[in-house]
């Protein structure tokens, strides 16, 4: 009897199952959470960057109509900071402190906006009512803003308590051979740049709802993985994780900044033990810009040694990087993710980088979509574009030079890159752009009076770290799959990417499977969602329960139908005899077994090592210089995933990294006032792309099984946004540089600052 070919199993472009209630409005968030006699909370946030601050007399506004409680750090002394987690070994062995995230500031402000008072009341009005009664003097301080500056001894520092802004050293290579390398370089290269700030803008703002009931806290919240927040507002409680249970329901967007505990989910829980109530706070779009976790903001100053013909010799790197005014979760591993990247896929002869953390008075900055791997990948495709302009090779022939030629590889800060074809993937994409025929396209812009530019990134990024993710898959009575897996979705499809892993086993669409995540209370861990790793590790696990649940019931179906397991098979509607009509549907299976335990699996597949996901980026703009607006007339990416579990759904999650990505060159970055005023904090002054700014994107793959990863698979999530910015910025500049000689601009390149740097070249 021939099978037809799975519908739904993997590396079937299936449709999102969970998209009907989303487009319905039947989607749950936490801010749809009601409870009978809810409040609602506010903050009260610093209005300036630095300085000290005081709150007056609280009687009036604690009096106010419908405050229930107002908090301030004399009240919640018993309630530990949000603690950072990595913290890097330092050149002479100590490993630094960090500035932990104090639930409320006391005395001394960190930023605009930092947490001074919670204030609690029966609505929201009413709370932001009596937040403006709060008397609230200050004396403000010099901020400090210049992450070069901070750096150095004579800044002044941004709080009392610090003897010197650097929060931390690091050093990674080999410093001695690097100097060789550079002292019998034929040319060295050099760039200096800044990583601009981003602000995540996820689509869903954070909101904290906080309950206190049977001796134990309910905490519900928009997270990327309940147990990690589990364990930060516990500890910062004083309990012991058992004591409290997290919920995530639907999450409107994630991309790094919700993967850690934040003041608010502490407090709503303090203070719904309180008042033995049910806590709601929820963040406006100001709360947004002012307080979560931002991205990137690095200087960086990169020097590459070469030979006579072009091969890189050494690479030297001295980046600082912005902690802002307290080390949030991964602040400090951001950069060291980075640098563990720093050579690219190029073979480079030797390495030494020297990072150097700072704090300065703004919003902390911690891990954003790709979370150090883009930095990386931007500073070398950016040097590698300037090595190719200052020795006269091509864009695509000094990267041809360079290239690692065989693998498997060990890079120069520990990296085991198992497989690639960087070559062969540069090619591919370059034949689909037709990189041949830019010149006739550049002659149709000349005559046009517009700039035109190409530029290309190749990248590679280290992601699905080695470890591991539990997956738990039982047979319900009903006769449906239920799956539960503590990874965490905020926009990926993992229902239906987790279905797929195990539809074709059992012969069912995946809309038959029902798949949790979100409890805390449903399984003893979970790894969250972040690093590209929920479907190259969790799906992993998912197979493997199917596998082990396909066998269980095939079993039990053996001994009801009197049939050898091998001459069964699963089909839509149960399992049969092959070749007969007698059957069993998936429901009889659940009642007829005598063991019940086979019905439920619980699988841990184990990864030892990360997956390694690269690829080739080229962009092609065209510029206007009477405006200096720009605009992207073709983009193409080439990447290699191993194998692709659902090709619509990757092609989703890889055009929304290079959107991010064209938002990072173009339009977007955090700017701070000189006395730290965050001045681009609404949509009218932080520059989103739109529809406009984002070209159609002709997506192809080009993969080789990773052999890291028990199915081949390689994360996908980040690398659109890994590869997308300095194939932008290669292209903007490439226009530039054929016009008018010009070799650098800094991000982002909008309008103004095209048009105004064509002004300052005397063109």
């Not at 050494?314 to 050579?343: E, H, Q, V």
């Not at 041949?436 to 280290?462: D, H, K, N, V």
């Not at 195990?502 to 969250?528: C, H, M, N, R, W």
């Not at 690093?531 to 329960?545: F, K, T």
Request: proline fraction near 4%; charged fraction near 25%.
């Amino acid at each position: 009897m021939s099978v037809a070919p799975p519908k739904f199993g993997l590396g079937q472009s299936v449709r999102r199952v969970e998209d009907n209630l989303l487009l319905t409005g039947h989607g749950r968030y936490t801010d749809d959470e009601k409870r009978p006699g809810l409040l609602h909370a506010v903050m009260l946030r610093a209005p300036v960057a630095s300085g000290s601050f005081s709150l007056g007399d609280l009687t009036d506004a604690r009096a106010a109509p419908g405050v229930k409680l107002i908090l301030t750090a004399d009240d919640i002394d018993h309630l530990k900071p949000l603690e950072t987690g990595f913290r890097p070994r330092q050149p002479d062995g100590s490993k630094p402190d960090g500035r932990a995230i104090p639930i409320l500031a006391r005395d001394e402000i960190g930023y605009m906006g930092d947490a001074l008072a919670f204030i609690v009341a029966e609505t929201r009005d009413q709370a932001a009512d009596a937040l403006e009664m709060i008397p609230l003097s200050f004396e403000g301080g010099e901020a400090v803003l210049d992450i070069e500056a901070a750096a150095e001894k004579a800044s002044p520092l941004a709080g009392s308590d610090l003897s010197s802004n650097v929060a931390y050293r690091q050093e990674i290579g080999d410093e001695e051979n690097t100097e060789k390398a550079f002292n019998i370089a034929q040319h060295v290269t050099t760039v200096n740049f800044w990583n601009n700030r981003l602000v995540p803008n996820y689509m869903e703002v954070r909101s904290a709802l906080g309950e206190y009931r049977d001796g134990r806290y309910i905490l519900t919240a928009g997270t990327q993985g309940v147990h990690n927040t589990r364990s930060q507002v516990a500890a910062s409680l004083g309990i012991d994780s058992s004591e409290i249970q997290v919920l995530t329901y639907d999450v409107g967007g994630g991309f790094g900044p919700k993967g850690w505990a934040y003041r608010e989910d502490v407090l709503v829980c303090e203070a719904a033990k309180r008042l033995d109530a049910p806590v709601k706070w929820t963040a406006d779009r100001t709360d947004h810009f002012l307080t979560d976790a931002q991205g990137r903001d690095n200087l960086v100053t990169a020097s590459m040694a070469m030979d006579e013909n072009g091969r890189f010799l050494g690479l030297k790197i001295d980046l600082i990087a912005n902690m802002g005014a307290y080390t949030s979760r991964n602040g400090m591993l951001i950069p060291y993710l980075g640098a563990s990247m720093a050579t690219g896929l190029y073979d480079i002869g030797a390495l030494h980088m020297a990072i150097t953390g700072v704090y300065t008075n703004t919003a902390p900055v911690d891990a954003y979509r790709g979370a150090g791997r883009p930095e990386a990948a931007f500073l070398i495709e950016k040097l590698v574009d300037v090595c190719a302009r200052e020795i006269g090779l091509s864009q695509d022939e000094i990267r041809r030079r360079n290239f690692i030629s065989a693998f498997p590889y060990k890079t120069l800060t520990g990296r085991n890159y198992d497989v690639g074809e960087p070559e062969a993937h540069m090619d591919a994409a370059m034949k689909r752009a037709d990189w041949a025929g830019f010149e006739a396209r550049l002659e149709e812009s000349r005559r046009a009076s517009r700039l035109r530019g190409i530029g290309m990134a190749t990248y590679i990024e280290a992601c699905a770290f080695a470890g591991s993710e539990p997956a738990d898959l039982r047979l319900k009575d009903d006769g449906r799959l239920l799956l539960k897996i503590g990874t965490q979705s905020n926009g990926q499809g993992h229902k239906t990417a987790y279905a797929q892993f195990i539809a074709d086993l059992f012969g069912v669409p995946v809309d038959a499977i029902d798949v949790e995540q979100g409890d805390s209370d449903a399984l003893p861990s979970g790894g969250g969602t972040g690093g590209s790793r929920s479907i190259p590790i969790g799906g992993v696990s998912v197979r493997r329960a199917g596998e082990v649940l396909e066998k269980n019931l095939r079993q039990i179906a053996s001994d009801e139908l009197e049939a050898a397991a091998a001459d069964l098979e699963f089909f839509e509607d149960g399992i049969r005899v092959a070749g007969t009509d007698r059957s069993l549907s998936l429901a009889d299976l659940a009642s007829k077994a005598s063991d019940k335990s086979k019905l439920a699996v619980v699988e841990e597949v184990k990864q030892d090592e990360a997956t390694y996901p690269n690829g080739t980026h080229i962009c092609e703009v065209e510029i206007d210089p009477e405006t200096g607006m720009t605009v992207i007339m073709n983009y193409v990416v080439t990447d290699d995933f191993g194998v692709a579990v659902n090709p619509l759904l990757l092609e989703g999650q890889v055009m929304g990294g290079i959107a991010q990505g064209i938002g990072q060159a173009l339009l977007e970055a955090a700017v701070y006032s000189p006395d730290g005023q965050l001045i681009s904090a609404s949509f009218m002054d932080y520059a989103m792309p739109r529809a406009d700014n984002i070209p159609g994107i002709d997506f192809s793959m080009r993969n080789v099984p990773s052999t890291t990863n028990a199915l081949g698979i390689k994360g996908a999530g980040e690398a659109g946004s890994i590869g997308a910015t300095p194939a932008v910025l290669n292209a903007v500049v490439d226009a530039l540089h054929r016009a008018y000689g010009i070799t650098h601009i800094e991000m982002p390149t909008t309008p103004l600052r095209v048009w105004e740097t064509i002004k300052a070249s005397g063109n």
